[in-house]
């Protein structure tokens, strides 16, 4: 259907980069953030589509999932427009690579083409610490070279518009290392350039300030506020530095998921580990509670396969002074059967004339599962002994057909029910009841005036609900 080339759509202040398949699907390359009513590429003229039949086709965009309709069609132009905002931060936090899906369905015949929307993150984030300011209590006997970690700034932006480097303003006491994680992550290190002397001076303040690589760059600043003490040669040690732990979605709330462990060589006070959580991220936030003491990490609040399947967190142990060590969390959410079809009636032609010819195409039906792999796979069908069947037609897409000759003197209306089945373990069932009614020939017509009136009872549960009738 197309021939690979690329084309280029030029809009107020962006670039929409557009490419088409050979098996009609599309996608176009955006920045975030652009205004609602922005045009994001002719879906007409890319498609090769009759722009003034797209109305008549009752042309629309809807979204695979049925979430928000982030993009909307303009049926004089065929522009396909930003709708709602699209925010690359909400949508796909840090993945690297973020596309929004999108449909273009048109009708009569139906006619469906996948949009995929590469969303670019823009710089529209600044660097942000933690907390307002980091408090640290450090030994008067630490040696030279000394170093100290130091809580990692954190930029909701990816890639070059996250964080990038970070500066510390000049002092007597130390200077900084900045390193890098695993994955590009910036961090940085106190290293002690001259020695401490607590009763010289007991108390430093220092200004730390992470920048961004973006254009114009951003910044965010920290104060430091270094309490000189009395020795305390070791900081905790934890057993791992990086944790694993996997756990089912809808686990019982203070479900036990892993428990971390440090150790401090020092005695007494000095010993003392205690845990907390050093960064949570916006949808991490209060969904685990970590025990300063035991290590224990357990569930807070209601775990959800399809709103996150992976948590990433940090944990610190500080003993009693002030000494820390970080250690990584990553927990993985499995997913289980919990979600039954949902069956949408997304067109049903009114009237339905007695005399259609048998195979005639008379409603679109459209199924989604929220879960993924097996437990997403619907199998769907019409049970009942009625004239009409359904005919897989593209994705999760059927088409409502007739199978025979309707006659309203016989037979005047029908109820359809329509059950949809995953094949999770054990399966989920829907099913949704469509009432058609044809009416009779008038004044001697080969045509009638059908009425027909959309349904109305939904059902979900374990077991594949079905139910038929015809009445005269």
């Known amino acids: 259907m197309g021939d690979g080339r690329f084309a280029l759509h030029f809009g107020i202040a962006f670039i929409s980069l557009f490419l088409r398949t050979a098996n009609g699907d599309v996608s176009y390359l955006i920045p975030e953030e652009m205004k609602r009513g922005s045009v994001i590429g002719n879906i007409a003229k890319d498609l090769g589509l009759d722009l003034g039949r797209l109305s008549a086709r009752n042309a629309r965009i809807d979204t695979e999932d049925n979430s928000i309709q982030h993009c909307g069609v303009n049926l004089n132009t065929g522009d396909m427009i930003v709708q709602e905002r699209i925010d690359r931060e909400e949508l796909c936090a840090k993945r690297p690579s973020c596309v929004l899906k999108q449909e273009l369905v048109l ?16 710089n529209d984030n600044s660097p942000q610490f933690p907390e307002d300011s980091l408090k640290m209590e450090i030994q008067e006997s630490a040696v030279k070279g000394a170093r100290f970690p130091l809580d990692e700034a954190h930029d909701g932006d990816i890639g070059e518009n996250s964080v990038q480097a970070y500066a510390l303003q000049q002092n007597d006491y130390f200077k900084l290392n900045v390193k890098t994680k695993d994955g590009g992550r910036k961090y940085c290190e106190l290293v002690l350039d001259e020695e401490l002397d607590r ?14 690589g973006g254009s114009p760059q951003r910044s965010g600043s920290v104060e430091i506020h270094v309490t000189v003490l009395d020795a305390n040669d070791n900081a905790p040690v934890f057993s791992q530095t990086v944790y694993k732990a996997s756990l089912p979605e809808n686990s019982p709330l203070d479900s036990l998921v892993i428990t971390v462990s440090a150790t401090d060589a020092d005695m007494g006070l000095y010993g003392e580990v205690s845990y907390s959580f050093s960064h949570v991220s916006g949808q991490h936030s209060n969904m685990f509670s970590l025990h300063p003491k035991t290590g224990e990490v357990r569930v ?9 399947s992976l948590y990433e967190m940090q944990i610190n142990a500080k003993d ?23 069956i949408q009636l997304k067109s049903l032609s009114n009237p339905i004339p007695e005399n259609v010819s048998p195979g005639t195409e008379v409603g679109i039906v459209n199924v989604q599962d929220k879960d993924s792999e097996n437990n997403r796979q619907v199998r769907c069908s019409i049970k009942q002994n009625v004239p009409f069947k359904l005919v897989p037609s593209i994705k999760n897409y059927y088409s409502l057909v007739t199978t025979g000759q309707l006659d309203r003197e016989l037979v005047s209306d029908y109820n359809i029910t329509i059950t949809a089945t995953d094949e999770g373990s054990p399966p989920l069932s829907s099913s949704k009841t469509v009432e058609n009614r044809p009416r009779g020939a008038l004044w001697g017509k080969a045509f009638v005036c059908a009425k027909v009136r959309p349904a109305v009872r939904e059902s979900a549960g374990v077991t594949p609900v079905v139910s038929a009738g015809a009445g005269h």
């Open 199 to 212: 009763e010289d001076k007991n108390e430093i303040v220092l200004l730390l300030t992470a920048f961004d």
């Open 300 to 308: 807070v609040r209601a775990i959800d396969y399809e709103r996150a």
């Open 320 to 342: 009693g002074l002030g000494l820390a060590s970080y250690a990584t969390l990553i927990i993985e959410v499995t997913d289980i059967n919990d979600n039954a079809p949902v």
């Open 107 to 122: 009708e009569n015949p139906l006619e469906l083409h996948r949009i995929s929307i590469h969303v670019q993150d823009i």
